[in-house]
């Protein structure tokens, strides 16, 4: 019997690094090492002070429902950040806490985007965003983006590929898969131009904080307009409290509120409660050393990548993934990485799972292994290239 399913369900694609995962797994319960590069996660736990703030919420009881825009405390906090790490000032009501920036991405395209239209998305780029949008019956435009661009979306290229059902744009700064940035020129100017066609600009921030060689941003110290998205996951390393947060331009509040309440009621209260001790500038302190041993990594790993005869086009200056052309050893990435783990125990992510641009020329590595994993790792593929 076929069951009955809506076809935006059925058809919404699969991630591939799963079979990846299932295949580790595999292979690891044999007892082979697995040198995990797969995953997007870091790989510290949640720093204790945040654990220890959670703990106590529990004890306190704070167990129940928050407000669907979240803590009031939270949101003033999120805005207190906002001032102390660059200098604006935003209302903390247009601050919303959110399920992960997972939610806010749902909140965002719910609020924006009818059956029919579409939004603008670069490819390669995160793989949930067209998926919620075909969640949404919502159509995606996905951009192919490449090293000329920085493998980010610019003024031109939107204006390339705007038509009359597009109401917005998104884009994610550093980039999940690639590590690139968007200069604050080039973002002002896809405001503007986003502006005067009348649609709206989601910036995805979520790996803000992880930032090397130059100046962290956010685009609300030059835009209020903007649909700004950001979580604990990442630098906060806090992936598994499931909490993000929203800012929003004025008047989009209310609506919002309304489809936070349907979809989700509110995002843990456990987590926002920890999440008031994350962005304590003393916790800081001990993110920012994690952040320069994301650095460390990235710096052994790139050149060592390179020397390997991978080609990286666009040095990353972000995140914790170097998204690299591997066409010098294969036109068929996928293969080539189920190959490569079952043969050396190295689990990467094919390029298939960002897009379609070029997918089988590329794989992502994500350095949230220690060093000396990362090292033993390097070894491993070199070994497989030379076999
Ligand atoms: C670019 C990007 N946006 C959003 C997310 C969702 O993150 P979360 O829901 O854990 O905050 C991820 C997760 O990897 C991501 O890479």
Same mark, same amino acid.
Request: proline share 5%.
């Given at each position: 019997?076929?069951?009955? =399913?809506?076809?935006?369900?059925?058809? =919404?694609?699969?991630?591939?690094?799963?079979?990846?995962?299932?295949? /580790?797994?595999?292979?690891?319960?044999?007892?082979?090492?697995?040198?995990?590069?797969?995953?997007?996660?870091?790989? !510290?736990?949640?720093?204790?002070?945040?654990?220890?703030?959670?703990?106590?919420?529990?004890?306190?009881?704070? &167990?129940?429902?928050?407000? #669907?825009?979240?803590?009031?405390?939270?949101?003033? +906090?999120?805005?207190?950040?906002?001032?102390?790490? !660059?200098?604006?000032?935003?209302?903390?009501?247009?601050?919303?806490?959110?399920?992960? #920036?997972?939610?806010?991405?749902?909140?965002?395209?719910?609020? =924006?985007?009818?059956?029919?239209?579409?939004?603008?998305? /670069?490819?390669?780029?995160?793989?949930? *965003?067209?998926?919620?949008?075909?969640?949404? +019956?919502?159509? $995606?435009?996905?951009?192919?983006?490449?090293?000329?661009?920085?493998?980010?979306?610019? #003024?031109?290229?939107?204006?390339?590929?705007?038509?009359?059902?597009?109401?917005?744009?998104?884009? +994610?700064?550093?980039? *999940?898969?690639?590590?690139?940035?968007?200069?604050?020129?080039?973002?002002?100017?896809?405001?503007?131009?986003?502006?005067?066609?009348?649609? @709206?600009?989601?910036?995805?921030?979520?790996?803000?904080?992880?930032?090397?060689?130059?100046?962290?941003? $956010?685009? =609300? %110290?030059?835009?209020?307009?903007?649909?700004?998205? *950001?979580?604990?996951?990442?630098?906060?390393?806090?992936?598994?409290?499931?909490?993000?947060?929203?800012?929003?331009?004025?008047?989009?509040?209310? &609506?919002?509120?309304?489809?936070?309440?349907?979809?989700?009621?509110?995002?843990?209260?456990?987590?926002?409660?920890? /999440?008031? &001790? +994350?962005?304590?500038? %003393?916790?800081?302190? %001990?993110?920012?050393? @994690?952040?320069?041993?994301?650095?460390?990594?990235?710096?052994?790993?790139?050149?060592?990548?390179?020397?390997?005869?991978?080609?990286?086009?666009?040095?990353?200056?972000?995140?914790?993934?170097?998204?690299? *052309?591997?066409?010098? !050893?294969?036109?068929?990435?996928?293969?080539?990485?189920?190959?490569?783990?079952?043969?050396?125990?190295?689990?990467?992510?094919?390029?298939?799972? !960002?897009? %379609?641009?070029?997918?089988?020329?590329?794989?992502?590595?994500?350095? &949230?292994?220690?060093?000396?994993?990362?090292?033993?790792?390097?070894?491993?593929?070199?070994?497989?290239?030379? @076999?």
């Amino acid at each position: 019997m076929t069951l009955p =399913l809506s076809k935006r369900s059925s058809t =919404l694609s699969p991630f591939h690094v799963m079979d990846i995962l299932a295949q /580790a797994k595999a292979l690891s319960q044999q007892g082979k090492t697995i040198y995990h590069m797969e995953v997007g996660e870091p790989d !510290f736990p949640t720093s204790e002070c945040i654990v220890n703030a959670g703990i106590d919420a529990l004890k306190q009881g704070k &167990t129940h429902y928050t407000p #669907a825009l979240g803590l009031p405390e939270l949101r003033n +906090a999120v805005a207190e950040y906002y001032d102390r790490k !660059f200098s604006v000032t935003i209302d903390p009501s247009r601050i919303i806490i959110t399920p992960g #920036a997972s939610g806010a991405i749902q909140l965002a395209m719910t609020c =924006l985007l009818d059956a029919g239209e579409n939004i603008l998305l /670069a490819d390669p780029g995160y793989p949930c *965003n067209r998926n919620i949008a075909q969640v949404l +019956a919502a159509e $995606t435009i996905a951009i192919p983006v490449g090293a000329e661009s920085n493998y980010q979306l610019n #003024a031109d290229l939107v204006a390339k590929h705007w038509n009359e059902k597009t109401r917005a744009v998104m884009v +994610a700064t550093p980039s *999940n898969p690639t590590g690139t940035l968007l200069p604050a020129d080039q973002l002002i100017e896809l405001c503007q131009l986003i502006k005067k066609k009348q649609g @709206r600009l989601i910036v995805d921030e979520i790996y803000q904080g992880l930032v090397y060689d130059v100046e962290d941003h $956010t685009i =609300l %110290e030059f835009s209020d307009d903007c649909f700004v998205i *950001n979580s604990f996951s990442k630098y906060f390393g806090m992936t598994g409290w499931r909490l993000g947060w929203m800012v929003v331009p004025e008047g989009y509040v209310d &609506t919002i509120d309304r489809i936070a309440q349907n979809i989700f009621l509110a995002a843990p209260t456990v987590s926002q409660y920890a /999440a008031l &001790t +994350a962005l304590k500038a %003393e916790t800081q302190i %001990e993110l920012d050393r @994690r952040r320069d041993e994301f650095k460390q990594r990235r710096d052994f790993l790139l050149p060592a990548l390179e020397q390997l005869g991978f080609d990286i086009a666009v040095k990353p200056q972000g995140a914790f993934y170097i998204y690299a *052309n591997c066409e010098r !050893f294969t036109d068929d990435s996928f293969t080539w990485v189920k190959q490569l783990l079952n043969e050396q125990g190295v689990a990467l992510t094919p390029g298939i799972d !960002f897009g %379609e641009y070029l997918a089988d020329k590329h794989c992502r590595f994500a350095y &949230t292994q220690c060093l000396q994993q990362l090292e033993q790792a390097v070894d491993k593929i070199d070994a497989f290239i030379k @076999r």
